[in-house]
T-cell receptor
Framework: DGGITQSPKYLFRKEGQNVTLSCEQN?????MYWYRQDPGQGLRLIYY???????QKGDIAEGYSVSREKKESFPLTVTSAQKNPTAFYLC???????????????FGPGTRLTVL | AQKVTQAQTEISVVEKEDVTLDCVYE???????LFWYKQPPSGELVFLIR??????QNEISGRYSWNFQKSTSSFNFTITASQVVDSAVYFC???????????FGEGTQLTVNP
């Protein structure tokens, strides 16, 4: 089945450690996104990538890093510089239509990160 | 800058009641897209509908209907004859022509009680 997978579902980290969240899609989508969701709040964009080997900062990129070496993969690293990393992280992807990205985004099941 | 407001933080209804979730948006673009997503307790967002700014026709899909009014910058979502399985957080989102990012509202927690 086509879809987006994120692993792990739950992740615990000690303060000061970097951690990488996985996101893989087999939908052949060009664009991929990372969002952060805090309790009772909407989603905020961290990073997005429209094509392999290229990505742009979203609204809250500080303390995060990404890579896009393969079309199907867009891992997110939460670094020790992120002051409040405990949150729910959602990965999404969408089709690119001639450079315009108005198609709906499909979301993965999310990773819940807790810093101990 | 674009903004999406969902003024209703929480709504609680009894099964079979109709319920409307409000969404008001702000944008300077003349061409844009509006979306509704459902987030059940499992956490994954489920796409419900996409509507472009030039199409103001209301849409109905089963028990779901959407009312887009450009004059009031609103894109409201109605569930008819609600069911317990409709309990979830519902997000309205805006996408402008200037970029690929979605701007989300803060969501409305809908609880349908049996």
């Amino acid at each position: 089945d086509g879809g987006i997978t994120q692993s792990p579902k739950y992740l615990f980290r000690k303060e000061g450690q970097n951690v990488t969240l996985s996101c893989e899609q087999n939908l052949n989508h060009d664009a991929m996104y990372w969002y952060r969701q805090d309790p009772g709040q909407g989603l905020r964009l961290i990073y997005y990538s429209q094509i392999v080997n290229d990505f742009q900062k979203g609204d809250i990129a500080e303390g995060y890093s990404v890579s896009r070496e393969k079309k199907e993969s867009f891992p997110l690293t939460v670094t020790s510089a992120q002051k409040n990393p405990t949150a729910f992280y959602l990965c999404a992807s969408s089709i690119s239509s001639g450079g315009q990205f108005y198609n709906e985004q499909f979301f993965g099941p999310g990773t819940r990160l807790t810093v101990l | 800058a674009q903004k999406v407001t969902q003024a209703q933080t929480e709504i609680s209804v009894v099964e079979k009641e109709d319920v409307t979730l409000d969404c008001v948006y702000e944008t300077r673009d003349t061409t844009y897209y509006l979306f509704w997503y459902k987030q059940p307790p499992s956490g994954e967002l489920v796409f419900l509908i996409r509507r472009n700014s030039f199409d103001e026709q209301n849409e109905i899909s089963g028990r779901y209907s959407w009312n887009f009014q450009k004059s009031t910058s609103s894109f409201n979502f109605t569930i008819t004859a609600s069911q317990v399985v409709d309990s979830a957080v519902y997000f309205c989102a805006l996408q402008e022509t200037s970029g690929s990012r979605l701007t989300f509202g803060e969501g409305t927690q809908l609880t349908v009680n049996p």
